[in-house]
Nanobody, 121 residues
Framework: QVQVVESGGGLVQPGGSLSVSCVASGHILSINDMGWYRQAAGKQREVVAIIGKDGNTKVADTVKGRFTISRDNAKNTIYLQMSSLKPEDTAVYYC???????????????WGQGTQVTVSS
C-alpha cells in the first residue's frame, strides 16, 4: 500500500507566496510521475503541475511563471512553490503519485487527502 500526504496549505493574501509539499510512503517499489491537482468549490479537478522521475515538468498555463514544482527522489517528495497568488488559485490542492507497490506489482495512481489553499484579503 502507498500513502500520500500533503502539507503546507493555508491562508495567504493576494500577491503572496505559499509552499505545499507531498510525501509518498509505504511499500513502494518504484515511483514515476508525481503531480499537483486542484479543485475549487463547484468546479472539476484540474492539473496544476506534474514532474517526472527525470525532473521533466509540465505546468498548467494558468499558473506558469508563478508556480514551480520540484522533486526529491530520495525522499519520495514533491514541492509546489506558489507565488503571486490570486483569489482564483483558491482550491483544495491534491497530490497524485504514479507508483508500483510491493503488495500490488502494477502501476497505480494514488491520491492524497488534499490541503486547502485560500487566497483572500
Amino acid at each position: 500500500q502507498v500513502q500520500v500526504v500533503e502539507s503546507g496549505g493555508g491562508l495567504v493574501q493576494p500577491g503572496g507566496s505559499l509552499s505545499v509539499s507531498c510525501v509518498a510512503s509505504g511499500h513502494i517499489l518504484s515511483i514515476n510521475d508525481m503531480g499537483w491537482y486542484r479543485q475549487a468549490a463547484g468546479k472539476q479537478r484540474e492539473v496544476v503541475a506534474i514532474i517526472g522521475k527525470d525532473g521533466n515538468t509540465k505546468v498548467a498555463d494558468t499558473v506558469k511563471g508563478r508556480f514551480t514544482i520540484s522533486r526529491d527522489n530520495a525522499k519520495n517528495t514533491i514541492y509546489l512553490q506558489m507565488s503571486s497568488l490570486k483569489p482564483e488559485d483558491t482550491a483544495v490542492y491534491y497530490c497524485n503519485v504514479a507508483a508500483i507497490a510491493t503488495t500490488l506489482p502494477r502501476w497505480q495512481t494514488y491520491w492524497g487527502q488534499g490541503t486547502q489553499v485560500t487566497v483572500s484579503s
